[in-house]
């Protein structure tokens, strides 16, 4: 089942700070996070684990409520190097097997 | 370090033809990934390999695409014969084991055109 992005799309100025949400209709055991700029590979951002453990990049927050099945990445005072399309992926197993990604969030920061 | 080499980057085929993609992942990851990434779209696993052995090939087509990774190393996947809705980018991905934890580190991927 493919997890649930939202939103779409989203335009912000240089500074200003995003959401970014992924929803899952299963009980989860991880979610990914990458960021794919166009014609590149995804760039891994951050895993977050049932059970509380987060392993990620310092700039970057992130939540995950295992009850809702569901993840909020946070992007704080963004920058334009942040333009890109983000990816989650969850993980519904102890596994990495069957990690499926949700659609996209394509995320554009203005000057 | 090193990081997941693909080749070839691009690659433009008549349908009907076949093609094979080559995917070296980081040095000592002992699990590999085929992505197919169609243009709009998050990546969809077709198959995972732990060393020699496949973990998971439940969504790779079996009756035109076949992966192998012989030495527990590189791996090769094929197409044969490409349709025109294989048109996609094919990314390699690698991560140290199978554990949901574990991060996996994606090459640069092969842009296959199918005309």
């Known amino acids: 089942q493919q997890p649930v992005q939202s939103p779409q799309a989203v335009i912000l100025r240089e500074g200003e700070d995003a959401v970014i949400n992924c929803s899952s209709s299963k009980a989860l055991y991880s979610v990914h996070w990458y960021r794919q700029k166009h014609g590149e590979a995804p760039v891994f951002l951050m895993i977050?684990?049932?059970?509380?453990e987060q392993k990620g990049h310092e700039k970057i927050s992130a939540s995950f409520n295992e009850k809702k099945q569901q993840s909020s990445l946070y992007l704080t005072a963004s920058q334009l190097s942040y333009s890109g399309t983000y990816f989650c992926g969850t993980g519904r197993t102890g596994s990495a097997r069957q990690l499926t990604f949700g659609s996209g969030t394509q995320l554009t920061v203005l000057p | 370090e090193a990081g997941v080499a693909q080749s070839p980057r691009y690659k433009i085929i008549e349908k009907r033809q076949s093609v094979a993609f080559w995917c070296n992942p980081i040095s000592g990851h002992a699990t590999l990934y085929w992505y197919q990434q169609i243009l709009g779209q998050g990546p969809k696993l077709l198959i995972q390999?732990?060393?020699?052995?496949?973990?998971?090939d439940s969504q790779l087509p079996k009756d035109r695409f076949s992966a192998e990774r012989l030495k527990g190393v590189d791996s090769t996947l094929k197409i044969q014969p490409a349709k025109l809705e294989d048109s996609a980018v094919y990314l390699c991905?690698?991560?140290?084991?199978?554990?949901?934890?574990?991060?996996?580190?994606f090459g640069p991927g092969t842009r296959l055109l199918v005309l």
């Open positions: 390999f732990q060393n020699n052995g496949v973990v998971d």
């Open positions: 991905a690698s991560s140290l084991t199978t554990s949901g934890g574990e991060t996996q580190y």
């Open positions: 977050l684990l049932k059970g509380g």
